[in-house]
Nanobody, 123 residues
Framework: QVHLVESGGGLVQAGGSLRLSCLAS????????MGWFRQAPGKEREFVAAISRFGATTYFADSVKGRFTVSRDNAKNTVYLQMNSLKPEDTAVYYC????????????????WGQGTQVTVSS
């Protein structure tokens, strides 16, 4: 079992930056690939970014490429999402998720989810 807790959300003006953190507890963090997803009101949950177990490989949605980066510190059981040049359309609840071994872009393939953190970008 893995318990995930996101933090770092908030209100920011367009063009600003935020860094989200996701702290994991439970079984060996490095056993899990991690993903970030977001869900805006009235929309389906969508993929944002993913990172492999040791951080060698990362994936991004086209909508955030060049603006967001994802990293992890396995010694701290934490994965990060650095969000730069934020736009109003980035407004959503952001979730981190974990799945064994291989990272994917499909929400249904992740086994564990955090409670989410709200990101609001004002224009």
């Amino acid at each position: 079992q893995v318990h995930l807790v996101e933090s770092g959300g908030g209100l920011v003006q367009a063009g600003g930056s935020l860094r989200l953190s996701c702290l994991a507890s439970g079984r060996t963090f490095s056993s899990y690939a991690m993903g970030w997803f977001r869900q805006a009101p009235g929309k389906e949950r969508e993929f944002v970014a993913a990172i492999s177990r040791f951080g060698a490989t990362t994936y991004f949605a086209d909508s955030v490429k060049g603006r967001f980066t994802v990293s992890r510190d396995n010694a701290k059981n934490t994965v990060y999402l650095q969000m730069n040049s934020l736009k109003p359309e980035d407004t959503a609840v952001y979730y981190c998720a974990a799945r064994p071994i291989i990272s994917t872009k499909t929400p249904g393939q992740y086994d564990y989810w955090g409670q989410g953190t709200q990101v609001t970008v004002s224009s």
